[in-house]
């Protein structure tokens, strides 16, 4: 449904060449033809970041021809993004960024674009009978959940957000003064609007880089009724709403002032708000749609019984190499994906990490060489500036699921894991030296890290997976390959 404003270019200065038409669906329509009125509201998404608009906001976009399927899309904690866009009517650029050059397109999906902390538009929109969805890209760390997986009650947010829901799920209208801040909260004060409204199933997707993604939302939100003591609501929860699990992939950087202008010498269009991702796109899905759902197949989505494989593909080739990159790249000196993939010994890092990696993933259906080699070009795509500074955020949360099930998996098979352990070791070596980039474990991490000698490196091992602990020659190993990355 979008419109043909496809382009070439190959990226600009910083500047916004002056003039220009303001991107929004009048002007759009006038040039293009386009419908000018929004598609109603059938999917509400959280975690209105760069991501969504390149992946399930683009493939909403190619599948839904005919106009019915409108996202009202809420963000995380900043109201910016959602300001920005709902300035340009939900409209924005995408940039398909290849290695010959720029494909651009002005997507219309997004119908409503909300600042998340607007809670009683969200909790109207889940529980509107013509919504059959929600998605979510909050990020690993927007569920605001322990190392096992329940609703980290440590977390101020996540107590004070129990409170709101004990004392509001029962009532018979929600007081909004002090309604939830985070995500898992907020959808399940959704689902309960949903339950009194009497509307039906309701499918609940979630799109972050998190192992069973669906299974673990599933979890968290079931936790909250219980700890909210939300019978009622459990109970609609158990009947009513489905979990889908997703597999999705991407690379879609932050984007920069020279994209902004870049869109605007190519099309013409003055969008504050474009969007740069990579030509590559999957989105492997499993679970239940009760209530409907855009064809995203026309876009190339695939629906499977079982989605382990794919995940803990994803996860461990793709993810967990970029994890490699973002602390044994850096250390190096490398900034981008692109450039440290570049360096012959980082890229021999990334080939020892994926051998390890391989031997725990099936071999049938998963094309693994084919997939490997296509990480590598997508890797040494220049054009694509991918910096390791915001892939190493929250390494704790990363590692676990993207490196230590690799250790354990060669440790328990009788191997040393050597190159798993290297990443850990160039991740304990940038804690000691104060290069780590933001992590959500904050004080105790620096604590961990100050800590002396082998000390430091069981207090930060503890933060990624305590398990890794139960074996003792995993922690003289990362302490030796965290010596060599002291001295690089
Ligand atoms: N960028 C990629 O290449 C990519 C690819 C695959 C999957 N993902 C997944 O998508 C997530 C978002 O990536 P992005 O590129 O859109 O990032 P982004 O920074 O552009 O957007 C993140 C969004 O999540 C919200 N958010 C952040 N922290 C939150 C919190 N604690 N609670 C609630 N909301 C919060 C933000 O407000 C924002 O709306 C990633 O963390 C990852 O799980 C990203
Ligand atoms: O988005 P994060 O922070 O979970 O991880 C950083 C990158 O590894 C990730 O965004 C990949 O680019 C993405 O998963 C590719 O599909």
């Not at 200065?13 to 929004?24: D, K, M, R």
Request: aromatic share 6%; charged share 25%; proline share 4%.
């Amino acid at each position: 449904m979008s419109d043909a404003t496809g382009t070439e270019s190959a990226g600009g200065s910083a500047e916004i060449p002056a003039g220009g038409l303001g991107l929004n669906r009048r002007n759009l329509s006038a040039r293009t033809g386009a419908a000018s009125e929004p598609a109603p509201v059938r999917i509400a998404h959280l975690g209105l970041g760069a991501f969504h608009r390149a992946h399930q906001a683009w493939y909403t976009d190619v599948a839904d021809e005919a106009n019915e399927w409108g996202i009202a899309a809420f963000t995380g904690r900043s109201p910016q993004a959602a300001e920005e866009l709902a300035a340009q009517d939900g409209l924005y650029s995408l940039i398909e960024r290849s290695v010959d050059g720029d494909s651009i397109t002005v997507i219309d999906s997004i119908s409503e674009a909300v600042d998340g902390a607007r809670v009683d538009r969200l909790v109207e929109h889940v529980a509107a009978p013509d919504t059959a969805l929600v998605t979510l890209t909050v990020t690993e760390d927007g569920y605001a959940l322990g190392a096992d997986g329940r609703p980290d009650l440590a977390n101020p947010s996540v107590a004070a957000d129990v409170e709101w829901l004990r004392h509001n799920l029962g009532a018979a209208e929600f007081d909004l003064s002090g309604a939830p801040r985070t995500a898992l909260a907020r959808l399940l004060a959704g689902v309960e609007a949903r339950r009194r409204s009497g509307a039906g199933a309701l499918a609940i997707v979630s799109c972050d880089n998190l192992p069973e993604n669906g299974e673990l939302t599933r979890a968290g939100i079931f936790e909250l009724a219980e700890l909210a003591g939300a019978t009622a609501t459990r109970e609609h929860l158990a009947e009513h709403v489905t979990f889908v699990s997703t597999s999705i992939d991407r690379i879609t950087p932050k984007t920069t002032p020279a994209d902004v202008a870049a869109v605007a010498a190519a099309t013409g269009w003055r969008d504050r708000s474009p969007v740069v991702t990579e030509p590559f796109h999957d989105w492997v899905l499993s679970g239940e749609f009760g209530a409907g759902r855009p064809a995203w197949e026309k876009a190339g989505a695939r629906f499977v019984d079982d989605i382990d494989p794919f995940e803990r593909r994803k996860l461990w080739l793709l993810n967990g190499s970029h994890t490699l990159l973002a602390y044994a790249g850096a250390a190096r000196g490398h900034r981008t994906v692109a450039e440290a993939v570049g360096d012959p010994e980082v890229r021999s890092w990334v080939e020892q990490f994926w051998a390890e990696a391989v031997r725990h993933l099936p071999a049938e259906g998963l094309d693994l060489d084919a997939y490997r080699a296509a990480l590598l070009e997508r890797f040494d795509n220049a054009r694509i500036q991918h910096l390791l500074g915001q892939i190493g955020q929250d390494g704790t949360t990363k590692l676990r699921v993207r490196i230590a099930p690799v250790l354990r998996a060669e440790r328990a098979a009788g191997r040393g894991g050597e190159a798993s352990v290297r990443v850990l070791g160039a991740w304990v070596a940038a804690a000691r030296d104060g290069r780590l980039p933001a992590d959500r474990a904050g004080d105790a991490l620096a604590a961990a890290a100050a800590a002396s000698g082998e000390r430091s490196v069981v207090d930060l091992l503890r933060l990624v997976d305590p398990e890794l602990l139960e074996d003792p020659a995993i922690v003289a190993a990362v302490s030796r390959a965290a010596g060599a990355f002291a001295s690089v």
